[in-house]
């Protein structure tokens, strides 16, 4: 089974450009989830999908975020214009269920904004 | 709100000797919890998890970690340290208003392992 695949792996933009961000689950897990890490600081939850529909987007930080998820399979998280504050690394992960099984993480995007 | 507490950012151990890394949660509702393993340029990996069954729970590469409500703690171990151990973990808890999709982390504790 592939896991949860995350691209690019790490990301330079100059403050006020775009940025996407992809995420593709395991095939046939119906929730996915956004998470960031800011250096120093602990990883924190940004939204949850079930299928295409967002359950929770409490935790995106501004309007300069926008999650998507097509069709119910793969993400993407843009940022625009991107903050010096928004460098981090950003996590996905997705579920069968949710939560009690633990979820399964990608490999995480590190963004970097000059 | 829910919070974990992670004592000690950095933790360094011989190989061979114990491994205890330390985990306080606050939670509203009975909590699901969670430790989660970080390797060098990968993602974050399941080591255990509770979630209201057994309070001595059993992961991978020889770790466990005890719930113990009176204490809300969560403490991994392992009984000997292994070169390959040296990674990052977070404790994780869901549950509470977040519900028990949402997970709260930890800040992290960075195992050092010398030989």
């Known amino acids: 089974e592939a896991g949860v695949t995350q691209f690019p792996s790490h990301s330079v933009i100059e403050k006020g450009q775009t940025v996407t961000l992809r995420c593709d689950p395991i095939s046939g897990h119906d929730n996915l989830y956004w998470y960031r890490r800011v250096m120093g600081k602990e990883i924190k939850f940004l939204l949850h999908?079930?299928?295409?529909?967002?359950?929770?987007e409490s935790g995106m930080p501004n309007n300069r975020f926008l999650a998507e998820r097509t069709g119910g399979t793969y993400s993407t998280l843009k940022v625009q214009p991107a903050e010096l504050e928004d460098s981090g690394v950003y996590f996905c992960?997705?579920?069968?269920?949710?939560?009690?099984?633990?979820?399964?993480f990608g490999s995480g995007t590190r963004l970097t904004v000059v | 709100a829910q919070s974990v507490t992670q004592l000690g950012s950095h933790v360094s151990v011989s190989e061979g000797a114990l491994v205890l890394l330390r985990c306080n949660y606050s939670s509203s509702v009975p909590p699901y919890l969670f430790w989660y393993v970080q390797y060098p340029n990968q993602g974050l990996q399941l080591l255990l998890k509770?979630?209201?069954?057994?309070?001595l729970v059993k992961g991978i590469n020889g770790f466990e970690a005890e719930f113990k409500k009176s204490e809300t703690s969560f403490h991994l171990t392992k009984p000997s340290a292994h070169m390959s151990d040296a990674a990052e973990y977070f404790c994780a808890v869901s549950g509470g208003s977040s519900g028990y999709s949402t997970l709260t982390f930890g800040k992290g504790t960075m195992l050092l392992v010398s030989p």
């Open positions: 999908f079930v299928k295409e529909s967002k359950q929770d």
């Open positions: 509770y979630t209201s069954a057994a309070t």
């Open positions: 992960a997705s579920s069968q269920d949710r939560g009690a099984g633990g979820y399964t």
